[in-house]
């Protein structure tokens, strides 16, 4: 069984779509993050929801949106996708100290 | 706020050789630290911890790290490397005493093994 899973796994679209990313644990945890590695393959947080409340907002353009419908799930909605949002996102879940990773998306903007 | 510096970008060792990889961090108050590996194309493993308690921490795949407060330093060893350590390594940090948690990684060292 997968612990944290992500879908789709890879995602290329033109500039100026709207896509969404999905995310779903399986493993009752109670806060989900969305990190964002660029292509120097520096990870950095996005967003933190803990029990469908957001917690972290980085300093992200509002194009971005994250949901969380219940805890198992952590989505990311990109609207006017730009050039520079090509990235590799990462959904990751905690209890405790640990944090759990996805496999990450990749996302390819033509 | 907190930062980690990962001292080298690329370390390249010969299979059986030492591997020492270097992280500092800066925090005011010490908090969690973390060893992540990233094999291509794939997601974040986690190597080995710190929290409490003993500095020297054990982890997967023969890995072990020390905590050594003065240093602000958490370097991460392995005595004989193997081909199949070569990956992308992280350190990263994150904070105790919120319910945040958000991990602050450095840059990352790849590290190569030569045969």
């Known amino acids: 069984d997968t612990a944290v899973s992500q879908t789709p796994k890879y995602l290329v679209t033109q500039m100026g779509n709207d896509k969404s990313i999905k995310c779903e644990q399986n493993l009752g945890h109670d806060t989900m993050y969305w990190y964002k590695q660029d292509s120097k393959k520096f990870l950095k947080i996005m967003f933190s929801y803990n029990n469908k409340e957001l917690i972290i907002n980085e300093t992200v353009p509002n194009r971005f949106s994250p949901k969380s419908p219940d805890k198992a799930h952590l989505n990311l909605h990109i609207n006017s996708l730009e050039l520079g949002d090509s990235a590799v996102y990462f959904c990751?879940?905690?209890?405790?100290?640990?944090?759990?990773f996805g496999p990450g998306t990749r996302l390819t903007v033509l | 706020a907190q930062s980690v510096t990962q001292l080298g970008s690329h370390v390249s060792v010969s299979e059986g050789a030492l591997v020492l990889l270097r992280c500092n961090y800066s925090?005011?108050?010490?908090?969690?630290l973390f060893w992540y590996v990233q094999y291509p194309n794939q997601g974040l493993q986690l190597l080995l911890k710190?929290?409490?308690?003993?500095?020297l921490v054990k982890g997967i795949n023969g890995f072990e790290a020390e905590f050594k407060k003065s240093e602000t330093s958490f370097h991460l060893t392995k005595p004989s490397a193997h081909m199949s350590d070569a990956a992308e390594y992280f350190c990263a940090v994150s904070e105790r005493n919120t319910g945040r948690r958000a991990l602050t990684f450095g840059s990352g060292t790849r590290l190569q093994v030569q045969p």
């Open positions: 710190y929290t409490t308690g003993a500095t």
């Open positions: 990751a879940s905690r209890a405790g100290v640990e944090q759990f």
């Open positions: 925090s005011s108050v010490p908090p969690y």
